[in-house]
């Protein structure tokens, strides 16, 4: 790539570059310019219809079968192209070849993942929900309620830290349901996801209009939607609020999914010692989620709740791993994490951290090591371990979400301070859970299920198996409740749910037969 390439826009079935100068993607380490995105002069209008009709209808003449049939060609063309992802992975996001895996390899596990489930729904056109319901006296007419594919877009504006994963996990659901897909990638990672479209595009793979990327300003994008489309959303709060209050939401009840800030926690079991197994498993998770990607997962533990008399036992285990991560260029092999994605994430993690210590203590902190191969002025930050004795007289600490390799550790009393404390995030994606009791564990998720989109226990006996705190898999639900966003996705074929609308069809037995022999039913 020569620097500063404009980076082109693919709607409306054709490559278009956007007007104008463009607006810059850096690499976070070197500092360097690697290309340029625009999106100023599309014909949005032309390009949203061309999708809605176009690209719509050919989706919805397949059956789900061939759909899936789909998804698995495209794993086919990313996997044969993985090496160019990984490189422009670690130039526009700084990630280590382990990081960079966990959103390309995380991506494409997930496309192959809905290419088997959507292959068993066979030759259907639509989902069957539920068991046929006499409506009165005589059985002959019922309700029968049915999913068919929405007939309108589905508009993808996504978050800076999963250019690939972002991208694929929500269009595997809305490509097998039958609606296409239009990703407004965020500006600062946008290489990727562009990369990736324009390899399933050059392909030709789906139909035209099936797939289009709009790279740049987000600006307009939501005017375009109609009353069948869709909008997922995943970024921060405040742009949230602004998608929640957009005329196409609010008026027009364009359905919204948020995928918003989470101020996730771990929680041990207050019969844990220094020595359990579950103590150690805490530590090592912690230390995981704090410097998997530099802590830039939406599902990254940001609070850690230990019983009061392992307190400072736990600050010393988690700051000892912590000690051993190097930060620095990802280039270099000896390198554990690379940088943030941007100097102005840099900022806002400095600036977020400052703002924590305003109710904390700083428990251990790796800025005082060297950077490997980079230098202060690249976007890299090291580790930093807050602690608070008195979580409960604490504010910012359970509602400012630091997006970087930070967590706060605190300290509880009772369980029933734990879950209090906990719930004080006011929803969070997910919460993980270290007992070896399994009746702690199961009461711990009934009293923190509600508050999180996902409870994640891990006990000695799956300490080698468990898929970890922050790791979304597919076939579990993936959002949360309140600050969360109030959004679910994947979680298997429920993701489906979205991109269909449900209808109550009223009618005989007969048409009701004729009805059920083009749909699957769809079992959750
Ligand atoms: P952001 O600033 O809100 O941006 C998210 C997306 O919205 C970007 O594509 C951005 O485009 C676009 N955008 C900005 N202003 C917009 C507007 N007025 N109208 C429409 N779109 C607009 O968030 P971010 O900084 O990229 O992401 C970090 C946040 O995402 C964190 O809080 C994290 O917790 C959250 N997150 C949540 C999940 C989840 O699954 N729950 C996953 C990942 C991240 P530009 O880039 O062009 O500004």
């Not at 996705?489 to 004729?514: I, T």
């Amino acid at each position: 790539m020569t620097t500063s390439t404009l980076l082109p826009n693919h709607l409306g079935g054709q490559w278009v570059t956007g007007s104008g100068a463009g607006t810059p993607l850096f690499d976070p380490v070197l500092g360097t310019e690697l290309a340029r995105v625009s999106s100023a002069g599309l014909d949005l209008t032309a390009g949203f219809a061309f999708a809605r009709e176009q690209g719509g209808a050919a989706l919805r003449a397949l059956s789900y079968g061939e759909r899936a049939a789909l998804l698995g060609a495209i794993v086919k063309v990313l996997q044969a192209n993985r090496d160019a992802y990984y490189e422009i992975a670690t130039a526009n996001c700084g990630t280590t070849t382990k990081d960079s895996a966990v959103d390309i390899d995380g991506g494409i596990f997930t496309l192959g993942y809905y290419a088997r489930q959507g292959e068993a729904l066979g030759s259907a056109h639509a989902l069957l929900d539920g068991e046929r319901i006499r409506m009165g006296k005589d059985p002959v007419f019922q309700t029968q309620h049915i999913l068919s594919p929405t007939r309108g877009v589905a508009l993808f504006i996504n978050a800076f830290n999963f250019p690939s994963w972002g991208l694929w996990e929500k269009a595997a659901p809305a490509l097998l349901s039958g609606v296409p897909v239009i990703v407004k990638p965020a500006t600062a990672t946008a290489w990727l996801t562009q990369r990736m479209v324009k390899d399933v595009i050059d392909a030709g793979i789906l139909p035209p209009g099936a797939l289009s990327v709009v790279c740049g300003s987000s600006a307009g994008l939501m005017d375009q939607l109609q009353p069948f489309d869709v909008v997922s959303f995943t970024g921060s709060a405040e742009t949230a609020r602004i998608i929640r209050s957009h005329p196409a939401v609010a008026e027009r009840s364009v359905r919204c999914n948020i995928e918003a800030d989470s101020l996730n926690s771990a929680l041990l079991d207050p019969a844990a010692t220094p020595e359990s197994e579950a103590f150690g498993l805490l530590v090592s998770e912690v230390v995981r989620e704090m410097t998997v990607k530099s802590g830039q997962k939406c599902t990254a533990i940001r609070r850690v709740f230990v019983p009061r008399a392992l307190f400072d036992a736990a600050a010393q285990a988690i700051g000892a791993k912590l000690a051993k991560t190097s930060v620095g260029n990802p280039r270099n092999e000896a390198v554990r994490m690379g940088a943030l994605v941007s100097q102005e994430q840099k900022a806002s993690v400095i600036e977020g951290i400052a703002r924590l210590r305003l109710e904390a203590e700083v428990l251990f902190d790796g800025g005082g090591a060297a950077l490997v191969d980079a230098d202060a002025s690249s976007a890299c930050v090291a580790p930093v371990l807050l602690g608070s004795r008195e979580p409960a007289k604490a504010k910012l600490l359970h509602a400012v979400e630091v997006f970087g390799p930070v967590a706060t550790l605190m300290a509880y009393d009772s369980i029933e301070e734990a879950y209090e404390l906990i719930r004080r995030g006011e929803g969070s994606l997910v919460c993980s859970v270290y007992s070896a009791d399994p009746a702690f564990i199961a009461t711990a998720s009934l009293e923190l299920g509600s508050a999180h989109g996902r409870v994640h226990a891990i006990s000695p006996d799956v300490a080698a198996s468990h898929s970890g705190h922050g790791n979304v898999m597919p076939m579990s639900l993936h959002g949360g409740p309140g600050r969360a966003g109030g959004g679910e996705e994947l979680g298997g074929l429920r993701a489906l749910g979205f991109y269909h609308r449900r209808s109550a069809v009223q009618a005989s037995s007969a048409a009701l037969d004729v009805l059920a022999a083009s749909a699957v039913a769809l079992k959750l």
